[in-house]
Every structure is written in structure tokens, then in C-alpha cells.
């Protein structure tokens, strides 16, 4: 198979993996009852009224996961080609690789000590 | 194969709706997404260019990977500051953004 | 191509007896899919019933016994009980997304079994990116729980969906370090290309820290027990999917089950050889047979997990990963890196033609496997000298810390 | 005109995402909806590089874009409530900027792609493209781009540190 084949392949499987777990939702649509009232259609909080918007504030804790996690993702857009063509590389490569992890590595080590990736 | 022109089009169509979400929204959150589509058009213009042009060489590839460094470093600076401002202000509407008017 | 056997094939067997080629190659092309499609959503029923008779010997009780023989149609009947029950969309929830989360959700786990290799020559489409692959549609599950849980309109169920979101892209970063070893070792992404460099010596061997933290971040990626935050009753109710009902709620709880076996597919396939085994070059559907085996052993250890340990707080889950696993996980392929320049210096790698025997892949192997043991010995003294230095400061201070108390909405909400 | 088959139904189907999307991102009042707006054109932009044969760089692109940048959207916009109270989606100049945008368009359609328009010639491009592992080797090659390499990381680097200085509030 040359490649276009194989990523018309994933095309398919992807329209297909759609569809076969729409079908139990769309069979169950047809097959389950359906009375909707007031109190049943309610938001589900502990039985309690709802209080106020669902859109609360959120800590920021959140927000800093998910940038070490961004920093560390893009970070794999150049260790995975280099991890790809390690074995044809030498020493400079390992050093070129070693000192680009190193230099991550810092603000891993800036987080942690500024107790960014606590729980608090 | 698709010609080359088509895919400059789609770039430019995808470049001018960014252009367009960054210089008409007001809500910070909303441009910093219509930049993020403005950078996406450059990927497929970098990367459509490359392939049909220079396919030996890995240059296009390699500038579209620095595109996503910057675009990521965009994205979590810009939403940092976005945070930051709303903390203080209470909002994220640009125009409210004022501070550095004289 | 000729037509050889009617399977791998098709599409030139489909040509000699008069069909159109463009055709006939997508004819090929739709029963690869519809098979591999399938397969994980048959394997799922089994699964579902082997988890809970599993758990219930575990807790010493006996499980579905009622349905069918030993219980095995249970799973049947619950999900035509599910597609029977009424399904509820609560008032201010974004019907369009709600109803997609679900399906989302269970698209990301059937699309990883697209590269998963299950012998030489079976395997859905062998993408020259595989590894990659599977972590970039595996990410996509994250966007399904944040859908839910924001388009559900319920202050738990997206609180549920922010901490969940937080320890899957937390625990991803380890994940895909401990992946670089395999590409790194291999010099290849392609699924069939990690497990074929596997025929001499299980890179289980040559880096079982990476094998371990790539177990322990999947783990914590289906959200299963230690780290079922996702489900944390006590504390949101039930997580991000409070308010789904009926099939939907089946779906995520399927694609769950899913993702636990699939897990253990790649495990197997990455670290333990996948197919690799004796005679599997004659006979290629023994690879079935071995990559099911190794992967079954993964899937009852993580069954065991789940049954056996407490759940962990948020806060030592973030401090587990960010402190532990994913320093750890960088030195490793530092560390793998550098000895992997060594062995080729000193000249210890195999050969080009012996790369598939065992004896010529010993020396790498042992270097490797001393590296890693240096790994672990480093890190247990520093987990030493840390229970120590906690064990002195809770003598003095013998305050308890307060559990998660500003995570409450009305707090968080100043 | 344009043959149909395989690639070519690829090109439309994900130049529709691409632009369909993107024209969500900008028009949706809700900004969750405007952020899987960009996703979906995202995918789209991931499916046109797989036509273009940089296969990594589409997996690259589903990873980070839609697995991390569109989650930090999510969570500042989660964060800073910005989809309530804001009751108009665009500012006073809007159509002076849809002025500006359609006149950019007109701008490179004229200047870029009116040179090369109609050609549908593309027997002459190389079949056989450079692959992820040249792209490994010349991100480490002395002559070639370590330098960006290097400061790529340095970059990320930077901007992680001071996405958090500023992110985090100092009470």
C-alpha cells in the first residue's frame, strides 16, 4: 500500500468509527421512552436547587497544568524526529539533543521551586 | 495531484477570516483564536510550498515546526496576560483595556 | 499485486475477476476497516464481563452468575438495558455537544486500534508515524470529557471535566518521554517497525524504567483506580458525566473499557515484543495468539490494580506526576540516549544481519539494563531521604493537611 | 478540470473544515463553540498537510494544536467567564476590517495566486518527499538548523516562565 492508500485508510476508519457509536445512540432514540418533565430535566446537584451560573470562576491551577503541558507537547515536534534519526547521528547530536531537553528542563525546575505545580 | 494554487487559496481564505476575527472581535480570547488561524494559514502555505516546490529539501518542514513553537509560546503567553488583565479589570473586552493610554 | 490470499489481497483478487481498481481498492479498504472497527467493540462485551468477575473474586465475592452461563450474557442484557432506558438532557445543556462527547469519546479509542500491530502481516494501516499517531487521537478523548463536561450545564460535572482534563494532559507528559525510548532504541515510528526491532531483545529489557512509567501514565490515562479522580463520588458526584443517562453513559463506560485493553495492546507491543514468538514467521496468526496473551497479562495486572488500591488525593496525583514520574521519565531518555552513543562506540551493538539474535543483542542489552538499574537505585535513595525528611517534619508538626476544601464551587467562586 | 479520486475529494472535504471552521471562530457568539470551531479547522488544516505528504507534521498538529492549545483556550476562557455579559460579538469597525480583509484577500489573490491560477499541471512535482528522518537530521546538523533548535527550546522556555509569572496571582 503506498501512502496515500494507507491515510485513506484513516479517512474511512475515521467516517466509520463515527458512525458505529452513533447507531446505539440512534437505536436507543427510537426504542427508549421519552417524558421529559420540570423536574426530571433539572441540573443534578446533590438534590439541592441550583445556585447561580455554572460558568463559576476556576482556579488558575488549571490554566498552569495545562501550559507545562503545552510547553512539554511542542517540545515533541523536535525530540521525536531527533529520537527518529538517532541511530544515524553522533555525539554532537546527543549533546545538540541533551542541551535542548536541559534548557526545558529549567523552567521544569523554575516551576517547581516557585511551587507553581502544587496543589494548593 | 491537487495544483499548488488551490492550496494557496484555501491559505489566503483561512489568512483574511483570521485578519478578519483579529482586527473586528472584542473579545480578547476570540482574537488571540483568529491568530491562531492566521498562523495556521501560513503552515499550509510553508508546507504546500515545500512540497511542490523544494520536497527535497526539509526546510518547509523544519520552518513549519518553528511556527508551531511560536504559535504555542503565542497561545500561553497571550492567554497568561489575558488571565492576568481579567484578574485586575474584570473583563476581556479590549477596548476596556486601557492601561497604557496616555 | 497479484491475488494471493483472498484477506491481504482483496482488491487484486477483486481486479482479476473484472471489478473497477479504484474500486476494488476501496472495497479493500472499507473491510479492513469495518474489521478493525469491530474488533475492539466485540472485545469490549468479553472485557466487561472478565473485569467484573475479576474484581468480585478479588473482593472475594462471585459476580454475574444469573445470565447465561457464568454470568457471560450479563453484559448483553445490560446493554439492552441501557439502550431501553430514558435518556435525560438536562434543561441548558448544548444538545449539539452533549450529544457528541460520548461518541468522541469512544472515537479517539477505536481510532488508536487502526495501528495497532497484531501480527507480521495483520495489522489495520502501519502509518510510518504510528507512535505518534496513537498519542495524538488518544489526546483527542481529553476534548470529549472537557465537552461533556462543559456542554452538560452543571457545575460539578464541569469541575469533574477540569480536574479530569488535568490529570490526563499531566499524565500525558511522562507518557510520550517514555514513548521517545522505544523510537529512540528502534529508530522507528511505525508500530510494525518498534515491534520487528524487537525480534532480537524486548526493549522491555533494555529500558524497563520506561516500560514502567509508560504503564503507570496509561493507567493513570484511562482514569482507572489508583487514579479514578474522574469518578470521585465523595467529592463531585460523579465526575464529569453526572448527567448522562441511557446509552451515552454506556458509550463513555465502554470506550473506558476500551482504552484499558488498548493499553495493554500497546504496552505489549511497544515494551514485551507484540506479536514476536516462535514460529510466528510461518504461521503469521500466531502473532494473534502472542500479542493477545502478553496483553492479557497487562489487562489483569491493571484489573488487580483497580480492585486492590485506595484512590489517591489531587494532590499527590499532580505531585506523583510532576515531581516523580515526569523527572524521572526525562532522565531516563537522557540516560538511554547516552548509552546508546556508549554501545555503538565501543562497538557492543549487534550487527546489521544479526539484529534478530539474542546472543548478539546481549552486551547493548546488559549497558542499557545497567543504566536503568543506576536509575532506579538513584531514585529510591532520593525517595529514601524524602520519607525520612517527611517522617521528621510530621513528628513536629502534627497538623493535617486540609483536603481539596477551596476546590468547593461556592469557594471557588469569590 | 479537477479529477476526482481519492485526493482531490480529500482536498475538498478538508478545505471545507478548514474554512467552514474558521469562519466559526470568528462569527460564534459562544467562544467554547468559536474554540471547537478551531478545532475543527485545525483538523482540517491536519488533513490538507497529509495530502501535502508531511504526515509528521499532521500528527504534530492534532497533538499540540488539539490536544493542548485548544484545551488552554478552553480553560482561560473557563477562567476569565468570557462568554457571559459580553453582548456584542464585534467592535464599532467591523466592517472596516471586513473592508481590510476582503481587500487583503483580493491582494494575494492578484499578487500570488493569479501567477500560477488554472495550472492544473502537476506532473512535474517529485513524487518521493524528504521524510521525518531528515527532518531529525537536520534539526541536529551543525550546518543546518541546531541554532533554531536551540533556541526553540530556549523560547518555550521563556515563555513558560513567564506565562507563569504573570498567570499566577501573587496575593
Not at chain 3, 469519546?105 to 494501516?125: C, K, R
Not at chain 4, 478551531?38 to 488533513?47: P, R, V
Request: proline share 4%; glycine share 6%.
Amino acid at each position: 500500500m503506498n501512502v496515500i492508500n494507507e491515510w485513506a485508510f484513516i479517512g474511512v476508519f475515521v467516517a466509520i468509527a463515527w458512525v458505529i457509536p452513533t447507531l446505539p445512540i440512534a437505536l436507543a432514540a427510537f426504542v427508549s421512552p421519552r417524558k421529559p418533565n420540570a423536574i426530571k430535566m433539572q441540573t443534578y446537584e446533590c438534590g439541592v436547587e441550583t445556585v447561580g451560573d455554572t460558568w463559576v470562576q476556576f482556579k488558575v491551577q488549571y490554566y498552569i497544568y495545562g501550559l507545562v503541558f503545552l510547553v512539554f507537547d511542542v517540545e515533541m515536534i523536535f525530540l521525536f524526529p531527533w529520537a527518529l534519526a538517532y541511530n544515524r547521528l553522533d555525539f554532537f547530536a546527543f549533546g545538540a539533543g541533551l542541551l535542548f531537553i536541559f534548557l526545558l528542563t529549567d523552567a521544569l525546575i523554575y516551576a517547581w521551586r516557585k511551587r507553581a505545580l502544587e496543589w494548593v | 495531484m491537487v495544483p499548488l494554487w488551490m492550496y494557496l487559496l484555501v491559505a489566503a481564505a483561512l489568512f483574511c477570516i483570521g485578519a478578519y476575527g483579529v482586527l473586528s472581535r472584542r473579545n480578547a480570547v476570540a482574537i488571540l483564536m483568529s491568530v491562531e488561524l492566521m498562523l495556521n494559514a501560513v503552515n499550509i502555505n510553508l508546507i504546500a510550498f515545500w512540497r511542490y516546490l523544494t520536497p527535497q529539501n526539509m526546510s518547509g518542514q523544519a520552518f513549519a515546526a518553528f511556527v508551531f513553537v511560536i504559535a504555542a509560546a503565542e497561545a500561553a503567553v497571550g492567554l497568561a496576560i489575558i488571565i492576568s488583565v481579567y484578574r485586575s479589570r474584570r473583563s476581556v473586552v479590549v477596548e476596556d483595556v486601557n492601561l497604557l493610554k496616555g | 499485486m497479484e491475488c494471493r490470499d483472498i484477506i491481504n489481497t482483496l482488491a487484486a483478487c477483486l481486479q482479476v475477476s473484472g471489478t473497477d481498481p479504484g474500486l476494488a481498492q476501496f472495497i479493500q479498504i472499507l473491510l479492513g476497516v469495518l474489521i478493525v472497527t469491530m474488533a475492539p467493540l466485540i472485545v469490549v462485551i468479553l472485557l466487561i464481563w472478565v473485569e467484573r468477575k475479576f474484581a468480585a473474586r478479588v473482593q472475594d465475592r462471585i459476580g454475574p452468575n444469573r445470565v447465561g452461563p457464568y454470568g457471560l450474557f450479563q453484559t448483553v442484557a445490560d446493554a439492552l438495558k441501557l439502550i431501553t432506558k430514558e435518556d435525560i438532557t438536562p434543561a441548558g445543556a448544548d444538545r449539539l455537544i452533549y450529544n457528541l462527547a460520548p461518541i468522541v469519546s469512544i472515537v479517539s479509542v477505536i481510532l488508536i486500534w487502526a495501528v495497532i500491530p497484531f501480527s507480521p502481516i495483520h495489522i489495520g494501516v502501519d502509518l510510518s508515524i504510528g507512535a505518534l499517531y496513537f498519542v495524538a487521537v488518544g489526546s483527542i478523548g481529553t476534548l470529549a470529557i472537557m465537552m461533556a463536561g462543559w456542554s452538560s450545564n452543571n457545575k460539578y460535572a464541569l469541575l469533574g471535566a477540569f480536574r479530569v482534563v488535568a490529570q490526563l494532559v499531566s499524565y500525558e507528559v511522562p507518557m510520550v518521554f517514555a514513548l521517545l525510548v522505544p523510537v529512540l532504541i528502534a529508530g522507528s515510528m511505525s508500530m510494525q517497525g518498534i515491534v520487528e526491532a524487537q525480534r532480537g531483545m524486548w526493549f522491555v529489557v533494555l529500558s524497563p524504567v520506561a516500560a514502567l512509567i509508560f504503564f503507570i501514565s496509561t493507567q493513570a490515562e484511562t482514569g482507572r483506580a489508583p487514579f479514578d479522580l474522574i469518578e470521585a463520588e465523595s467529592e463531585l458526584v460523579a465526575g464529569f458525566n453526572i448527567e448522562y443517562s441511557g446509552m451515552k453513559f454506556g458509550l463513555f463506560f465502554a470506550g473506558e473499557f476500551v482504552h484499558v485493553f488498548t493499553n495493554a495492546l500497546l504496552m505489549a507491543a511497544l515494551f514485551f515484543g507484540g506479536w514476536v514468538g516462535p514460529g510466528v514467521d510461518q504461521i503469521p496468526a500466531l502473532g494473534f495468539v502472542y500479542i493477545a496473551l502478553k496483553a492479557t497479562v497487562f489487562y489483569l495486572v491493571s484489573l488487580l490494580l483497580r480492585s486492590t488500591l485506595p484512590r489517591v488525593r489531587i494532590d499527590q496525583l499532580m505531585s506523583f506526576n510532576w515531581k516523580f514520574l515526569v523527572p524521572v521519565s526525562i532522565v531516563n531518555v537522557i540516560v538511554v540516549a547516552f548509552l546508546l552513543q556508549v554501545v555503538r562506540a565501543l562497538g557492543l551493538a549487534p550487527a546489521a544481519d544479526l539484529a534478530n539474535d539474542f546472543i548478539a543483542n546481549l552486551p547493548q542489552a546488559i549497558v542499557l539494563l545497567l543504566g536503568s538499574l543506576v536509575i532506579v537505585a538513584f531514585v529510591l535513595q532520593q525517595l529514601r531521604n524524602f520519607g525520612r525528611q517527611e517522617r521528621a517534619a510530621a513528628q513536629t508538626v502534627m497538623v493535617r493537611k486540609e483536603d481539596d476544601v477551596d476546590m468547593l464551587p461556592a469557594q471557588a467562586a469569590h | 478540470m479537477l479529477e476526482l479520486n481519492a485526493q482531490s475529494i480529500g482536498f475538498l472535504v478538508f478545505s471545507v473544515f478548514t474554512i467552514g471552521g474558521g469562519l466559526g471562530v470568528v462569527t460564534s457568539r459562544n467562544l467554547i463553540h468559536g474554540a471547537l470551531f478551531l478545532i475543527l479547522s485545525l483538523f482540517g488544516a491536519a488533513g490538507l498537510f497529509v495530502l501535502l505528504s508531511a504526515e509528521f507534521l499532521a500528527a504534530v498538529q492534532v497533538l499540540v494544536y488539539i490536544g493542548a492549545i485548544a484545551i488552554l483556550i478552553i480553560f482561560a476562557v473557563m477562567l476569565t467567564r468570557s462568554m457571559t455579559r459580553l453582548s456584542e460579538v464585534f467592535n464599532r469597525q467591523w466592517w472596516l476590517s471586513a473592508v481590510v480583509a476582503v481587500g487583503l484577500f483580493v491582494l494575494i489573490l492578484v499578487g500570488v495566486i493569479l501567477p500560477v491560477f488554472g495550472g492544473m499541471d502537476t506532473a512535474s512535482v517529485a513524487p518521493d518527499v524528504a521524510t521525518t528522518v531528515d527532518l531529525g537530521v537536520a534539526l541536529v546538523d551543525g550546518n543546518q538548523y541546531v541554532l533554531p533548535f536551540e533556541v526553540a527550546s530556549i523560547l518555550l522556555t521563556a515563555a513558560m516562565i513567564g506565562a507563569i509569572v504573570i498567570a499566577r496571582d501573587n496575593e
